[in-house]
């Protein structure tokens, strides 16, 4: 529950709701080289990094261009709470990775049954793609939302 804590999109949550989300949170563990999910699939879930490192890259085949490299406490896929729009990058493990995977029927089950938590999760998402966006209009570089 320490790390959860650390990272942006729970640091709001008390320690009773920190317990509620992770109950809800499904760990999953990744190979060097395994990817996390393709390009072009559909987002399902958000990723949070426990440890390890992971690699984003756009495009297909020899082609793929490396966009970032995130490490613990960063989370992806970010967008996969909201939508199902297909994923515009592909996440694969660089290291050993350990995640805490939030899948979006889950938070939608919490906001239904949980209105607070649901309210603060989705304000802390709202905050980081509002940074995203911003720094992007202002031409800095930024991991896009995958």
């Known amino acids: 529950m320490q790390r959860l804590q650390n ?52 495009g297909q085949g020899s082609a793929q261009q490396l966009v970032a490299e995130l490490e613990p406490g960063a989370f992806l896929g970010d967008l996969a709470l909201l939508d199902d729009s297909p994923r515009n990058a592909q996440a694969r493990a660089i290291a050993p990775c350990e995640m805490a995977v939030f899948f979006r029927a889950d938070f939608m089950g919490l906001m239904e049954t949980d209105a607070v938590i649901g309210y603060k999760i989705s304000l802390a998402l709202a905050r980081h793609i509002g940074h995203r966006l911003r720094a992007w209009m202002d031409g800095r570089s930024q991991v896009e939302a995958l």
């Open 7 to 58: 990272t942006a999109l729970f640091s709001s949550l008390t320690p009773l709701e920190l317990r509620i989300v992770d109950g809800l949170l499904h760990e999953r563990h990744y190979l060097p080289g395994e990817v996390i999910f393709d390009e072009g699939e559909e987002g399902q879930a958000l990723y949070l990094i426990l440890s390890g490192r992971v690699a984003i890259a756009r």
